[in-house]
């Protein structure tokens, strides 16, 4: 299996079967060369930010989405569908409820994707450390970021075709080298877990030809984002 990480702001692909990694040029979301459009994609965690833009790249280029949200409420994606039509379906589902991710996976029955898209994930306060965040804090983020990521892929992963992709968002944040500047301890750390749990993942399907991606898009103004950043 093929472990990548893909740049998603700048669509640059970086493949880590070395430490430094090598980059491609620029790659445009639905670029043939590089990157085939995948017709069907199972996206989770797309009610707004990345997620949603993700959703809305993929269906304007005509691809099947399937694409989850948390909780009752209307959102973007359902603003979306309005205008999509049968391109895009929404499902339900809040990836820290194992129960949740099988009603949904017994749901989607005997259909295949071409990408597994797991997008799900949480920040917390900037400034706490070790020295103060709560036992529920630091379970919320390692369950969200970590976890409950690796366990949608576990119980979805197989509805992926065999030349297909499964991804997750993750983030530079998690990189151990370059925190030089520390901040968001406990979200970094969420992140650097679910890195290994994805390496993890791959040791243990080295046989499996499915692409494994773990994305960092960059800094990415959204609603979860340091809005110090520019």
Same mark, same amino acid.
């Given at each position: 299996?093929?472990?990548?990480?893909?740049?998603?702001? $700048?669509? $640059?692909?970086?493949?880590?079967? %070395?430490?430094?990694?090598?980059?491609?040029?620029?790659?445009?979301?639905?670029?043939?060369?590089?990157?085939?459009? &995948?017709?069907?994609?199972?996206?989770?965690?797309?009610?707004?930010?990345?997620?949603?833009?993700?959703?809305?790249?993929?269906?304007?280029?005509?691809?099947?989405?399937?694409?989850?949200?948390?909780?009752? %409420?209307?959102?973007?994606?359902?603003?979306?569908?309005?205008?999509?039509?049968?391109?895009?379906?929404i499902?339900?589902?809040?990836? &820290?409820?194992?129960?949740?991710?099988?009603?949904?996976?017994?749901r989607?029955?005997?259909?295949?994707?071409?990408?597994l898209?797991?997008?799900?994930?949480?920040?917390?306060?900037?400034?706490?450390?070790?020295?103060?965040v709560?036992?529920?804090?630091?379970?919320?983020?390692?369950?969200?970021?970590?976890?409950?990521?690796?366990?949608?892929?576990?119980?979805?992963?197989?509805?992926?075709?065999?030349?297909?992709?499964?991804?997750?968002?993750?983030?530079?944040?998690g990189?151990?080298? &370059?925190?030089?500047?520390?901040?968001?301890?406990?979200?970094?750390?969420?992140?650097?877990?679910?890195?290994?749990?994805?390496?993890?993942?791959?040791?243990?399907?080295? &046989?499996?030809?499915?692409?494994?991606?773990?994305?960092?898009?960059?800094?990415?103004?959204?609603?979860?984002?340091?809005?110090?950043?520019?």
């Open positions: 299996m093929t472990l990548a990480r893909l740049h998603c702001c $700048q669509w $640059q692909r970086h493949h880590i079967g %070395d430490a430094k990694g090598s980059c491609e040029r620029p790659l445009p979301l639905a670029s043939r060369e590089f990157c085939p459009v &995948n017709a069907t994609v199972l996206l989770i965690g797309a009610s707004r930010g990345l997620g949603y833009a993700i959703a809305e790249e993929y269906v304007d280029h005509g691809s099947q989405v399937v694409a989850t949200v948390r909780g009752p %409420d209307r959102t973007a994606l359902h603003d979306l569908r309005d205008t999509a039509g049968a391109r895009l379906e499902e339900h589902l809040d990836v &820290n409820a194992p129960e949740q991710v099988q009603a949904l996976r017994n989607l029955g005997s259909r295949t994707f071409d990408l898209f797991v997008n799900a994930g949480v920040t917390n306060g900037r400034s706490e450390t070790t020295a103060d709560t036992n529920g804090e630091f379970t919320r983020l390692m369950v969200t970021n970590a976890l409950s990521p690796m366990r949608v892929i576990e119980s979805l992963g197989e509805l992926v075709t065999p030349d297909g992709t499964i991804a997750i968002m993750s983030s530079g944040q990189s151990i080298t &370059n925190n030089q500047r520390g901040g968001f301890e406990i979200y970094r750390a969420s992140k650097s877990a679910l890195n290994q749990l994805m390496r993890s993942y791959a040791a243990r399907h080295h &046989n499996d030809q499915r692409a494994l991606l773990l994305m960092a898009p960059g800094w990415v103004k959204t609603d979860s984002a340091d809005q110090t950043r520019v």
